[in-house]
């Protein structure tokens, strides 16, 4: 591996330019003066010895210059969290092939499938400066983790195996290890996720919050000045690495906070010691400052198709696309179309929890499901919505994925309102109203609330149709549209009997990524929270599930969890996904369906087409937008 001092002196040897205005060339101007001044130490001084060398030409890019800054919007403050998850710094992370790659990391080694040792870059940086060492890893570990004040539950399930908590080790100053009983094959890939396992804070600026290390007077001036009720609300408040609100927080991610809340403007701007360089020796990001801007929700697409907005994947969809193209002739923009990844772009989850003891009972019943996902027209709402781009399918993987196989989108997905019909007659569900609604054995008429968050308007344009085609078979459907948060709590209270939102998170997995999302893993599982619960509560809270196909995949995603070969994991993919498909768990409509990714006509490295969505691209974040640049006007 050529280091940096190495690389500095080839080019230094080859220019027969002075080593420190080589050191100059290679770094940010905006940081250049902040050396000149005596604010900043010279680059080879922030850089770790061997820093991760981008080949921008192996991936068909150019080396670019630095510079400029980039606007975004976003629909609400919270929404800044977008940004670590495109600027994707992690210890671990998957390259554009979806390969998983050390980053943060120098390198690591995995023994016997559950002995994980790392090797921290030496002289790698937080972005006050500060050297990251395991001191950060064992803090984190011994002070968190394992603290019961913090996490009064005990340490996260992640991190336990069959109830057994991992051991930690420090190694030396640049190596730790983590190591279970039994293999751990998800412990990667949670390290390389959009909201990636921690495992690591900055342990010299944490320590000041911690009742440990703090005294009781100044944690009681903290805890006053930032308006908190303890001191461990206060540690919370502080730590937040995924929704950057603590500017003094130190960061590895490529753009630093520099903006605390509540504002309208959130400016983020170059990390100086961010661990990444192009194969010339420039540091990245090219990019000196990105601006988040806060607007409403409902006229992003507007403002973007007015320039706002130099770089924008969020916020907009497929229906924006048409004002946006247009502003192209008007404004410096140019918009693309990329895929989405998820596994339904709309779908529908019957609640399998809810409340409603004659509703759950008929949603545990895999006919129902199968007749209500028959009654859909995914060809109409295909052409209407998608102009007949999108691929018209169950709520399953995408054909990109390495473990396709078309009968999981064609299972249950046909358009078959006589059959839908007929299996809803045998479900007891015979008789009607005059106006052809069907009657529940309690009496009540088949009528369906479906609840949303209501961010989407595809959503609302397909539940316009889809509720035409559940009256075609004698259902009623209702569109309740609430704030996210309610939303999701009435969900798991099982107040809610239907929502609507999109399908599986990951539809480009490989067979070494969990298959998590194909059984009761998390409260927020729309269509099972309550057994989503148990599990995630480590069988504390919720309930277990009682339908053997449920029983089976969560059995399945345990036999996954003691895989040692890539092999066994393909098959357990393979068993869990034709469970899925066949018991229509969740209801697709179409998939692979197109998204908008705009830019300023400025941006050079970012791809014209490609996979865009929260998992596992982390939205922009495995095309490494500090790879992207700006030329410069005129």
């Known amino acids: 591996m050529i280091t940096r001092r190495q690389m500095l002196g080839l080019l230094a040897a080859t220019t027969a330019v002075p080593g420190k205005l080589i050191a100059e060339s290679l770094d940010s101007p905006l940081l250049a003066k902040r050396v000149s001044d005596g604010v900043l130490p010279e680059l080879q001084d922030r850089l770790p010895k061997n820093p991760r060398i ?5 991936m068909g890019r150019e080396p670019g210059q630095h510079g400029g800054r980039v606007r975004m919007l976003i629909g609400r403050q919270k929404d800044i ?29 995995i023994e016997e499938g559950r002995i994980f040792t790392f090797h921290i870059r030496e002289g790698h940086r937080w972005s006050d400066g500060s ?31 069959d109830g057994k908590v991992a051991e930690f080790e420090v190694l030396d100053k640049y190596t730790v290890r983590y190591s279970w009983d039994a293999p751990m094959p998800q412990f990667l890939t949670q390290l390389a996720s959009p909201i990636p396992l921690t495992l690591l804070l900055p342990a010299a600026y944490m320590r000041q919050f911690h009742a440990k290390f703090q005294s009781a007077s100044n944690l009681d001036a903290f805890i006053e000045q930032y308006r908190v009720d303890d001191w461990v609300g206060l540690h919370r408040k502080m730590s937040r690495q995924n929704r950057p609100e603590n500017p003094d927080l130190p960061t590895l991610e490529a753009w630093r906070p520099t903006t605390s809340p509540p504002a309208e403007q959130f400016i983020f701007e170059r990390n100086p010691f961010f661990h990444r360089v192009d194969e010339l020796g420039k540091q990245l990001p090219y990019i000196d400052k990105m601006v988040l801007n806060v607007s409403s929700a409902e006229i992003i697409g507007a403002k973007t198709a007015t320039g706002e907005s130099d770089l924008q994947v969020t916020g907009i969809s497929l229906p924006d696309y048409t004002l946006i193209k247009e502003a192209e002739s008007r404004f410096p923009i140019k918009v693309s179309l990329w895929r989405t990844t998820r596994g339904s772009s709309v779908a529908l989850f019957p609640n399998l929890n809810c409340k409603d003891e004659t509703w759950r009972t008929l949603f545990q019943n895999a006919q129902m499901r199968r007749a209500m996902s028959l009654a859909i027209n995914r060809r109409e709402i295909n052409q209407v919505i998608y102009y007949g781009l999108a691929n018209e399918s169950a709520d399953t993987i995408l054909p990109e994925s390495s473990l396709f196989k078309p009968e999981y989108a064609t299972a249950w997905a046909a358009y078959d309102p006589e059959q839908a019909n007929r299996m809803l007659d045998e479900l007891g569900l015979e008789q009607r109203d005059d106006s052809g609604i069907r009657l529940l054995p309690d009496g009540r008429l088949a009528n369906i609330t479906i609840e949303s968050a209501g961010e989407s308007t595809l959503e609302t344009d397909a539940l316009e149709l889809i509720t035409d085609h559940f009256r075609d078979v004698g259902i009623a459907l209702f569109i309740r549209s609430s704030q996210r948060d309610i939303f999701r709590s009435r969900v798991t209270g099982g107040d809610v009997m239907m929502s609507v939102f999109m399908g599986l998170d990951n539809g480009l997995p490989s067979a070494d990524m969990a298959p998590s999302q194909l059984a009761p893993t998390m409260d927020d599982q729309l269509h099972w929270p309550v057994w989503g619960l148990h599990y995630m509560s480590a069988k504390m809270q919720g309930s277990p599930p009682d339908i053997p196909e449920v029983q089976q995949l969560r059995q399945l995603l345990d036999d996954w969890m003691q895989t040692t070969t890539t092999e066994q994991r393909a098959e357990i993919w393979a068993s869990m996904l034709a469970i899925h498909a066949d018991q229509v768990f969740s209801i697709g409509t179409v998939n692979g369906s197109l998204q908008p990714v705009v830019r300023s006509s400025r941006m050079r490295n970012i791809p014209d087409s490609s996979l865009l969505g929260f998992a596992p691209t982390s939205f922009l974040g495995v095309h490494m937008p500090d790879t992207f640049w700006l030329e410069k006007e005129g």
């Open 54 to 58: 981008v080949n921008l030409a192996a």
């Open 81 to 109: 969290r977008y940004l670590p998850m495109n600027s994707y710094s992690r210890l671990v992370g998957y390259n554009s092939e979806l390969e998983l790659i050390p980053d943060i990391l120098e390198s690591y080694d």
């Open 131 to 161: 050297e990251l060492t395991s001191d950060d890893f064992q803090y984190y570990w011994n002070d968190v983790v394992l603290n019961l004040d913090i996490l009064r539950g005990g340490p996260p399930t992640s991190l336990k195996l």
